[in-house]
């Protein structure tokens, strides 16, 4: 199956510090990405959508001047957590939208553990 | 109410019973999809499914587009498939956006 990558795994980061996380599509092009966040024993929420090329559309709630997302490129899209704050530690996911023909689907990442401190 | 549902919340079974995860939703969709999720927190997509049936190994999905109801089987469960199962459907009327289920934590005690 199709492969998602997220880098770092984890990071544990001062308070007021920006953090930068990845994905990247390994083996497709993902016109659509999407960012999640994951509290303990939580469902995933949907913080926004990244399309290649053009300004991600955030959910409502969701801060886009704290969480900067950029989709440079047809597989790779980075979220930035700015000036991050202890409330902002957490699980993000990431995913990748493949639309074909007869598919259409998404591929999850692995996720980033953030702890800031 | 949420608009997807799964029960149970937490199952607990034994080294090779069969395991029923199940998922009702209220909205229309377009596709539907099983996810895993291990402690640590990858996730892992099962399968999607839009109708009927897939099987893999020894996961069984089924869907009921008619009563919005899908069910996650797994046969001669293992302590490996400990994991939360988590049920996500696709809204119709052409966004991408995913819905999620609150997840069933599934223990196999060996």
């Known amino acids: 199956g199709a492969v998602v990558s997220q880098h770092p795994s984890r990071v544990i980061c001062k308070s007021g510090t920006s953090v930068k996380i990845e994905c990247r599509s390994l083996d497709f092009q993902a016109t659509t990405m999407f960012w999640y966040r994951q509290f303990p024993k939580q469902s995933l929420m949907l913080m926004a959508t990244?399309?290649?090329?053009?300004?991600?559309?955030?959910e409502q709630g969701v801060e886009k001047d704290k969480f900067l997302i950029n989709h440079a490129s047809l597989t790779l899209s980075t979220l930035t957590v700015t000036s991050a704050h202890p409330e902002d530690s957490s699980f993000y996911i990431c995913s990748a939208r493949l639309l074909l023909t007869n598919t259409d689907t998404q591929y999850f990442g692995p996720g980033t553990r953030l702890t800031v401190l | 109410k949420n608009e997807v549902e799964q029960s149970p919340q937490n199952l607990t079974a034994q080294e090779g019973e069969f395991i029923t995860i199940n998922c009702s939703y209220s909205v229309g969709i377009s596709a539907l999809h099983w996810l895993q999720q291990h402690p640590g927190g990858g996730i892992v997509s099962l399968f999607m499914l839009s109708s009927g049936k897939k099987k893999h190994g020894r996961l069984i999905a089924t869907i009921n587009i008619q009563e919005k109801h899908s069910s996650l089987h797994i046969t001669a469960s293992h302590p490996r498939d400990s994991a939360v199962y988590i049920c996500?459907?696709?809204?119709?009327?052409?966004?991408?956006?995913?819905?999620f289920g609150k997840g069933t934590k599934l223990t196999v005690n060996p």
């Open positions: 990244s399309n290649e090329g053009s300004k991600a559309t955030y």
């Open positions: 996500a459907v696709m809204t119709q009327g052409g966004s991408e956006k995913l819905v």
